[in-house]
């Protein structure tokens, strides 16, 4: 329980303690919460700060898209693509991530506590600094490979693989 409200708070002043400087550039962040997006195309697209909250995305495409900073908690991501795709500063705790395409994604620095990653393609991830817990470490570091063409780390040292 104290565990849970350490990480409440946690998130809390990641959140919110962003100065707004950091957030100049993302003025007009876009809604989705509570949204049907299974299918939609949002490849390429600019979508910084944007909100996906409980919105499902089975089967999005998201390539190549700049979702810094962009909130998708509790959302459904199955079989999503997001190749290539910069999820930097992104709070994407308890998503559903099965069968996503996550390869030569950047989520530096994201909050991913909570989400499922089964069958996940990871290959060239870039996961530095991002907050996991053990299980999801461990889940992630056996099929973890490759090396992030835009960062150029590697998704096992990202994830401190062993």
């Given amino acids: 329980m104290l565990w849970r409200q350490l990480t409440v708070l946690l998130l809390i002043f990641i959140v919110f303690g962003w100065s707004q400087d950091?957030?100049?550039?993302?003025?007009?962040?876009m809604s989705f919460s509570n949204a049907e997006l299974k299918g939609r195309?949002?490849?390429g697209q600019t979508l910084q700060a944007s909100e996906f909250s409980n919105a499902n995305m089975?089967?999005?495409n998201f390539t190549g898209a700049d979702l810094r900073g962009a909130v998708f908690s509790a959302s459904v991501m199955t079989k999503a693509n997001l190749?290539?795709?910069?999820l930097t500063n992104a709070m994407a705790d308890q998503v559903n991530f099965t069968g996503a395409d996550l390869?030569?994604?950047v989520l530096a620095e994201s909050i991913l506590l909570r989400s499922v990653f089964e069958r996940t393609d990871v290959t060239g991830a870039d996961f530095s600094?991002?907050?996991?817990?053990?299980a999801q470490i461990k889940e992630?570091?056996?099929r973890a490979s490759g090396v992030n063409p835009k960062t150029s780390v590697e998704t096992r040292d990202s994830l401190g693989c062993r």
């Fill in 83 to 86: 190749h290539g795709a910069d």
């Fill in 22 to 29: 950091a957030l100049a550039d993302w003025s007009h962040p």
């Fill in 103 to 105: 390869s030569d994604a």
């Fill in 41 to 43: 195309d949002f490849s």
């Fill in 58 to 60: 089975e089967l999005a």
């Fill in 140 to 142: 992630l570091c056996q």
């Fill in 129 to 134: 600094n991002a907050i996991l817990d053990g």
